[in-house]
């Protein structure tokens, strides 16, 4: 069975920086993009950003473009979200989600889920 794994979140004041990682298994990268969606809860999950299957098309929300950085390294079955200048807004719950051969927006397009890590960002 295909595990997604999170790590990284924390606490951290605003315009401070966090990685996030995300560690797959059971999954053969190279076929799946990548993404990383947010939630907080009561609300609907949101998209963050994602990552083709070579990592040579990458994709963003508004809210994060230019503060966050997706990558992934298929060697390693893993993707990563470098997150830069955070802001309280910025607190949510974050996930991350694999699709076949699909790295766009929609939350419904994506077929494994890892079970979220927490960010914090204080003011």
């Known amino acids: 069975q295909v595990q997604l794994v999170e790590s990284g979140g924390g606490l951290v004041q605003a315009g401070g920086s966090l990685s996030l990682s995300c560690a797959a298994s059971?999954?053969?990268?190279?076929?799946?993009?990548m993404g990383w969606f947010r939630q907080a809860p009561g609300k609907v999950r949101q998209f963050v950003a994602s990552?083709?299957?070579?990592?040579?098309?990458?994709n963003y929300a508004d809210s994060v473009k230019g503060r966050f950085n997706i990558t992934r390294d298929n060697a390693k079955n893993s993707v990563y979200l470098q997150m830069n200048s955070l802001k309280p807004e910025d607190t949510y719950v974050y996930y991350c989600?694999?699709?076949?051969?699909?790295?766009?927006?929609?939350?419904?397009?994506?077929?494994?889920w890892g079970k979220g890590t927490q960010v914090t960002v204080s003011s």
């Open positions: 059971r999954l053969t990268s190279s076929r799946y993009g």
């Open positions: 989600a694999a699709a076949t051969y699909y790295s766009g927006s929609s939350a419904g397009e994506y077929e494994y």
């Open positions: 990552i083709s299957t070579s990592g040579g098309r990458t």
